[in-house]
């Protein structure tokens, strides 16, 4: 059964500080692998997601994340934190064998300090 | 564009009162999802419905009915509500494209149970 574990349930950063936030998975073969963003009072929207071509995906707002099968990762990261970088970031998977369930992690809330 | 629309955004209920969620999406989307969202527990996926005509549990389905009406339209009916049914509810949407495709959510809706 696929899992997915975010290190850190709150993750505080100064502005202009890097934003290096947690994910590692747990899956027979190496699912799809996404990073969402959620807003106060707003639904979940794509950062980026892995679909095993490049390694190194980037996604909307400066965010980039590495694809690491020997380490199961899935690390998002931003080399400048602005102030509308908070929220919570969920880290998420999905099977690329079949079946329809995507599984997402606890969630990291962002709190970027001016 | 709509995406994913939920109705009500707000609700309280009374212990043992039922009532439906209704979610509708304009994307002519095969598969939706019903989750949850707790503090700490992230989204957990309480049924979804690969494509028209078809509906299955996740991992909390329990308390939980579902009806996909059309392939427009996927309610969530809670038949007795109970206090640990308190939560915000989301509904996605993805398309036919497969596992490795985006789900886009609907803002949710904010359920009290008392």
């Known amino acids: 059964a696929q899992s997915v574990t975010q290190l850190g349930s709150h993750v505080s950063v100064s502005e202009g500080a890097l934003v290096l936030l947690r994910c590692n998975y747990s899956?027979?073969?190496?699912?799809?692998l996404f990073w969402y963003v959620q807003y106060p009072n707003q639904g979940l929207q794509l950062l980026l997601k892995?679909?095993?071509?490049?390694?190194l995906v980037k996604g909307i707002n400066g965010f980039e994340a590495e694809f690491k099968k020997s380490e199961t990762s899935f690390h998002l990261t931003k080399p400048s934190a602005h102030m509308s970088d908070a929220a919570e970031y969920f880290c998420?998977?999905?099977?690329?064998?079949?079946?329809?369930?995507?599984?997402f992690g606890a969630g990291t809330r962002l709190f970027v300090k001016a | 564009n709509a995406g994913v629309t939920q109705t009500p955004k707000f609700q309280v209920l009374k212990t043992g009162q039922s009532m439906t969620l209704q979610c509708a999406q304009d994307?002519?989307?095969?598969?939706m999802y019903w989750y949850r969202q707790d503090p700490g527990m992230g989204l957990r996926l309480i049924y979804y419905?690969?494509?028209?005509?078809?509906?299955d549990k996740g991992e909390v389905p329990n308390g939980y009915n579902v009806s996909r009406l059309n392939k427009r339209e996927f309610s969530l009916r809670l038949e007795s509500a109970a206090p640990s049914q308190t939560s915000v509810y989301f509904c996605?949407?993805?398309?036919?494209?497969?596992?490795?495709?985006?789900?886009?959510f609907g803002q949710g809706t904010r359920l009290t149970v008392v």
């Open positions: 996605a949407s993805r398309d036919r494209g497969g596992m490795n495709t985006e789900a886009f």
């Open positions: 899956s027979s073969v190496p699912p799809y």
């Open positions: 892995y679909t095993s071509a490049a390694t």
């Open positions: 998420a998977v999905s099977p690329n064998t079949g079946g329809f369930k995507t599984i």
């Open positions: 994307m002519n989307h095969n598969s």
């Open positions: 419905s690969a494509s028209e005509g078809t509906t």
